[in-house]
T-cell receptor
């Protein structure tokens, strides 16, 4: 049973280009979370999605960032017109959808974005 | 505000020595709390979790943590560290509504092991 998969693992972009980060959740998971880890910092929540719905995007920058989780296929975090400050590790996590008090989040290996 | 603080950015211990990593939280009710470990270039692995009940929680790799409500703390401990424990450790607090919670992380503590 494969875990959470993210690709690419490393991504290099020049300023002004677009970055697309992909996340395939664990089998049977329909909730996806994206977190960003800036250098020398902890992880910060960005967005929480269910299939075809954005549930909480309170951590997303107002401009240039978007996320989707289509009915079929992986979740995509898209960064338009990247700037050097976007250089970070981006982690995806997935969980089950159940009414339990807490659904454990399982993390992928991350995508390390470098903006030149 | 709901938050997690890890006061120690970097800790160095000798192999075989005991370890305690500090975590303090701010939350209006009894929290759930987690400790994660991140090895260099890797994702996060859950070490242990506290939901309720017994305040001393056992985890993987010989780690344990103790929840102390009076001190708003959830410190991670290990009696004898191994060189392979060198990593970054994060304390985390889930917030939000039932079944749909995001994690709030501390700043992390980087652990270095001296041979």
């Amino acid at each position: 049973n494969a875990g959470v998969m993210q690709n690419p693992r490393h991504l290099v972009r020049r300023r002004g280009q677009e970055a697309r980060l992909r996340c395939s959740p664990m089998k049977g998971h329909s909730h996806v979370y994206w977190y960003r880890q800036l250098p020398e910092e902890g992880l910060k929540f960005m967005v929480y999605l269910q299939k075809e719905n954005i549930i909480d995007e309170s951590g997303m920058p107002k401009e240039r960032f978007s996320a989707e989780f289509p009915k079929e296929g992986p979740s995509i975090l898209r960064i338009q017109q990247v700037v050097r400050g976007d250089s970070a590790a981006y982690f995806c996590a997935s969980s089950l959808a159940s009414p339990r008090l807490y659904n454990e989040q399982f993390f992928g290996p991350g995508t390390r974005l470098t903006v030149l | 505000a709901q938050s997690v603080t890890q006061p120690d950015i970097h800790i160095t211990v000798s192999e075989g020595a005991s370890l305690e990593l500090r975590c303090n939280y701010s939350y209006g009710a009894t929290p759930y709390l987690f400790w994660y470990v991140q090895s260099p270039g890797q994702g996060l692995q859950l070490l242990l979790k506290y939901f309720s009940g017994d305040t001393l929680v056992q985890g993987i790799k010989g780690f344990e943590a103790e929840f102390k409500r009076s001190q708003s703390s959830f410190n991670l401990r290990k009696p004898s560290v191994h060189w392979s424990d060198a990593a970054e450790y994060f304390c985390a607090l889930p917030i939000g509504v039932q079944g749909a919670q995001k994690l709030v992380f501390g700043q992390g503590t980087r652990l270095t092991i001296n041979p």
